[in-house]
């Protein structure tokens, strides 16, 4: 299926057969593709670039679809990074994290830094960490793939 171009975010770099990756979702899924491109809050003078995920209703493309600025999408991938990373070690804590610290990292962004924590707001926190970390584990091969492929694609670009 073919990503529109007609709307305000304007694509430059496709994955029209994005359905197909989408995870556990492949084959079955709503998100028909991913790009990157003009971002649709531009202003005059002013261009962003970002990514967006294409949703498609099977009648119309939905207003479901998301757009992200590119360092957002790296921000995401660096807190699913961390998380993977505490998770490795969790079931040391019979919560699995700490209950009398629940940052995770702060990680050191421009100057300042992104905390990851567990949301101990969350009333069910001790339910919904446990059936996340299940999760986790579940989807490790798919999440696992795309990580070792980020990192040697980090590594060719030379980071």
């Not at 556990?24 to 962003?48: H, I, M």
């Not at 670039?49 to 957002?72: F, I, M, N």
């Not at 490790?140 to 694609?153: Q, V, Y």
């Amino acid at each position: 299926m073919k990503i529109p171009t007609t709307l305000k975010h304007k694509p430059v770099i496709v994955s029209e057969n994005y359905e197909n990756v989408d995870g556990r979702y492949a084959y079955n899924s709503d998100a028909k593709g991913l790009s990157l491109g003009l971002a649709q809050w531009n202003d005059r003078g002013k261009v962003d670039v970002s990514a967006k995920v294409w949703r498609y209703t099977g009648e119309k493309w939905s207003r479901q679809s998301e757009e992200l600025p590119l360092h957002r999408v790296l921000d995401l991938a660096i807190l699913i990074s961390r998380t993977k990373l505490h998770f490795r070690d969790a079931y040391r804590y019979q919560e699995l994290y700490d209950t009398e610290n629940p940052v995770i990292d702060r990680v050191g962004l421009q100057g300042d830094a992104m905390t990851v924590a567990v949301c101990t707001d969350n009333e069910k926190i001790n339910e919904d960490i446990k059936l996340f970390n299940q999760v986790l584990s579940v989807d490790d091969e798919l999440i696992g793939e795309r990580l070792r492929t980020l990192a040697r694609i980090l590594r060719e670009m030379g980071y």
